[in-house]
């Protein structure tokens, strides 16, 4: 189970209050134990005290990542006000000797809401952001890197090979903006929002680019299998794209490594996006439609899902009772979302008749 130590830096004063804020944690949760099933008998599992000068400690606390959250929290509301307040928080690769989780169950549930809240198995909503906010990022890589997975998909379905497109899935960078721009949503964080959103057009308008004049160069032949499967909206695709966000949302609250969850990620998004380019750079516009159509569901039924993920995690936006704004752009981003999704059944709908559409 992965470990984290919260490291932490207070005045040499505040050292008997932060002890009794983890023997008032520690006692709290004793009791509870009595009752409740999957309680960790000792979330804390180890605390050290060392002297930086005359008059500052610093405190380092071993704790499960998974129960870090809560006492993040507690430890903001009670030392936030300190001059210089900082919170480390460090992953643990191993620890000597062994941890490991211990929960005592008993048929007699009382507090449901604090059982739920000792059972989610996540990352603490700080580190989260942190994680998430790095990956949406545009940098130089992430630039080069949608380049060549765009060219590598266009080769791939040019010469109806799998494999390479499943090479181009894999150097995709998609996961980290739409995961961002999920977690933006859930969080209401605009700030957030505008970075993942400009990281994400950048980088989908780029691989268009590419593509559409890759298509304008290549014979392309709208029959390929791997092209003309594109060329539709099943409810499949939206079956996987939905399937794709929830997965891309769980490598990152889990801490698992997000490398394979991104080719799901990249199977809903970066074929459809060079599908559409290749058949536009080639004149086949009507072709193109329905393959960037598929692309647009997918894109919102990613975030839809990763906003819907994040929500049943437990991740809403930070609790400021002075503050009400993030409740307020977390409602207006999801009605956007939703708004976007009912137009594109619109169009789907109206594009039945035409063939580009199959809803069966």
């Known amino acids: 189970m992965a470990l984290r130590s919260i490291e932490i830096t207070l005045p040499e004063g505040r050292k008997e209050q932060i002890e009794e804020l983890l023997s008032e944690r520690k006692e709290a949760l004793d009791v509870r134990m009595q009752r409740i099933i999957g309680v960790w008998k000792h979330p804390v599992r180890g605390v050290m005290y060392s002297r930086l000068s005359e008059e500052q400690i610093l405190v380092k606390i071993l704790v499960f990542a998974e129960e870090s959250e809560s006492l993040l929290k507690s430890l903001q509301e009670k030392f936030s006000d300190e001059e210089g307040f900082r919170i480390n928080i460090i992953p643990v690769e191993a ?22 809240e000792k059972k989610s198995f996540r990352l ?65 964080d605009i700030k957030l929002a505008r970075n993942a959103l400009k990281t994400n057009v950048i980088g989908l308008a780029i691989a268009a680019a590419f593509s559409i004049i890759m298509g304008y160069f290549l014979a392309v032949d709208p029959t390929i299998p791997e092209i003309e499967s594109r060329t539709v909206v099943g409810l499949d695709d939206v ?77 809403s936006p930070w609790n400021r009772p002075d503050d009400k704004m993030p409740k307020q752009h977390l409602q207006f981003i999801a009605l ?25």
């Open 95 to 116: 620890s000597i000797p062994v941890e490991e989780m211990e929960a005592k169950s008993s048929p007699d549930i009382v507090d449901n809401s604090v059982a739920k």
């Open 124 to 188: 603490s909503r700080e580190e989260l952001y942190e994680d998430i906010s790095t990956a949406a990022m545009l940098t130089g890589v992430y630039v080069v890197l949608v380049i060549l997975s765009s060219i590598v998909a266009a080769i791939g379905l040019w010469n109806n090979s799998v494999a390479i497109i499943i090479g181009a899935m894999v150097i995709a960078p998609l996961l980290g903006p739409n995961v961002a721009l999920s977690l933006a949503a859930a969080l209401g």
């Open 239 to 315: 079956l996987l794209a939905l399937v794709s966000g929830c997965a891309g949302t769980l490598a990152f609250t889990s801490g698992a490594p997000a490398t394979l969850i991104g080719v799901a990620v990249a199977v809903a998004l970066l074929p459809p996006l060079v599908t559409s380019g290749l058949l536009l750079g080639s004149g086949y516009t009507t072709l193109a439609y329905g393959a960037f159509l598929l692309f647009l569901v997918n894109i919102i039924s990613i975030n839809l899902a990763g906003v819907g993920t994040f929500l049943v995690q437990g991740i």
């Open 336 to 360: 956007v979302i939703v708004g976007l999704l009912a137009i594109l059944s619109i169009a789907v709908l109206r594009l039945w008749e035409t063939g580009l559409v199959e809803l069966i």
